[in-house]
């Protein structure tokens, strides 16, 4: 169980970072003056649910993959490489 620590803390926070995603829409939802359900009309708020949405899809694939490699391969590569990659640095 404890060769697993470092990749469920990976998994913990690629939920936190979903999370605080949402939020942001939500703010932006209230800063924008579109109220949910309301998904259009503002550029600002369809960027945010759009890298909402690309988020939340490629997590099914993001998170198995990540602990097949842990449990097939190396626990910390794959903790390292899921840090690496699952949105936590800024893109340009």
């Not at 926070?13 to 998904?39: E, Q």
């Not at 649910?49 to 490699?69: D, G, H, Q």
């Not at 490489?81 to 893109?91: E, Y």
């Amino acid at each position: 169980m404890e060769r697993y620590f470092s990749v469920a803390i990976v998994t913990l926070l690629c939920s936190l970072m979903i999370f605080g995603i949402a939020l942001t829409v939500a703010r932006t939802h209230k800063r924008t003056g579109v109220l949910a359900p309301t998904m259009t009309g503002d550029p600002l708020l369809e960027r945010t649910i759009r890298a909402n949405s690309n988020s939340i899809e490629w997590l099914p694939i993001f998170l198995p993959s990540m602990w097949l490699f842990a449990v097939y391969w190396s626990a910390p590569w794959a903790a390292a490489l899921g840090l690496d990659n699952d949105g936590f640095r800024r893109h340009r």
